[in-house]
């Protein structure tokens, strides 16, 4: 965007720009990129495609350094909190099919081989710019990657190494699936005396096959034994975990409560882990492939004061575009979950 910006406002091109001559979007043919530019003019307008020339991604800037850190996350205790990528992936390398990440709208891996570098050069933008702009406070980030480079175990492996030969005092934390948390627990420990201090999962219910299953659930043992493993391990490992519960997939309301029984089990037993939302399942447009819900999305997702109000300490939710094949919950529902999460809340190991 700032190069289309750039040779839009070059003075050389004013008067071009002015007539919408066809060599200003010319001009446009060689920014990569995906991205659409008009000129209108006159009651005419003219349009660029651009050709989709893959974007260098070792030499995108790091957001803290364009925007600064003014924030923080609560799990870093008093730090200013940077949002940190590794570019690999507009999305998840899984494909559930119930997710607006999904491999199959938001596409490959791209430049997977150099993530890791990319990952320290961000992690170390937020400790410089929280060091010059806010002296005095500590650092930390988060990985913003559906799952911390996407689950590499060769790209964890050198960031824990590069993290090793050049420090940075910084806590940082990321995504991970329930059995990636498994596979990666040995990186996941080195990383941590490196900082990685916060690890977040999302939970959905306990039986998989009963929504019809999930792309990331590749363990052979049982999805909840296997969740409760995580839990386990991880908090003996002095990891912080944070939790994201998604309901509206298609299982009932008894799975619901039962979900949030035994978290709440899991919490008393284990001080793991914290749930930091709640979610209602929302059938997103996935570039066509909506499953026949032909939604014309036009609306606010919730449509009702009453449901507002339910949904007040929800991160995402819905009345109107629920899933196909599932049904909107009831006020009653949503309040017997919410009941059960002031439960989650109050419960201390």
């Not at 974007?55 to 870093?76: A, E, W, Y």
């Not at 500590?138 to 960031?159: H, N, P, Y």
């Not at 284990?270 to 709640?278: A, R």
Request: with cysteine.
């Amino acid at each position: 965007m700032q190069k289309i910006g750039e040779i839009i406002a070059d003075p050389t091109r004013r008067h071009v720009v002015g007539c919408l001559s066809g060599s200003v979007l010319d001009n446009l043919s060689s920014i990569p990129g995906k991205w659409v530019a008009g000129f209108y003019n006159n009651g005419n307008i003219k349009t660029k495609i651009s050709d989709g020339i893959l974007i260098d991604r070792d030499n995108l800037p790091s957001p803290s350094k364009l925007f600064g850190v003014n924030t923080g996350f609560d799990i870093f205790a008093g730090a200013l909190t940077g949002h940190a990528f590794s570019d690999m992936s507009s999305g998840c390398i899984y494909d559930c099919d119930f997710c607006s990440e999904r491999a199959s709208i938001c596409g490959p891996l791209s430049q997977s081989e150099t993530s890791a570098n990319r990952l320290f050069r961000q992690l170390l933008d937020i400790h410089n710019v929280i060091e010059e702009d806010s002296p005095g406070r500590k650092a930390s980030a988060f990985v913003e990657d559906s799952i911390i480079l996407s689950g590499l175990s060769s790209q964890l492996t050198r960031l824990s190494g590069i993290l090793k030969d050049h420090p940075i005092n910084i806590e940082f934390g990321g995504q991970l699936t329930i059995d990636t948390a498994i596979k990666l627990r040995p990186i996941i420990k080195n990383l941590m005396e490196s900082g990685l201090k916060y690890v977040f999962v999302g939970l959905e219910t306990f039986d998989p096959n009963s929504i019809g299953g999930m792309s990331k659930n590749v363990g052979k043992a049982d999805w909840m034994d296997r969740s409760e493993r995580v839990i386990k391990e991880y908090t003996e490992m002095e990891m912080k975990l944070g939790a994201s519960i998604l309901f509206g997939l298609g299982e009932s309301h008894s799975q619901r409560l039962s979900l949030v029984e035994k978290i709440a089990n899991w919490k008393e037993k284990y001080g793991n882990p914290m749930v930091t939302s709640f979610n209602w399942a929302v059938q997103h447009p996935l570039r066509g492939n909506d499953y026949g819900a032909n939604y014309d999305y036009l609306k606010w997702g919730v449509d009702s004061q009453d449901f507002i109000d339910a949904f007040k300490d929800y991160g995402e939710a819905t009345s109107i575009y629920s899933i196909p094949g599932t049904t909107s919950p009831s006020l009653m529902e949503l309040d017997e979950i919410r009941k059960s999460r002031i439960i989650i809340n109050q419960l201390v190991k």
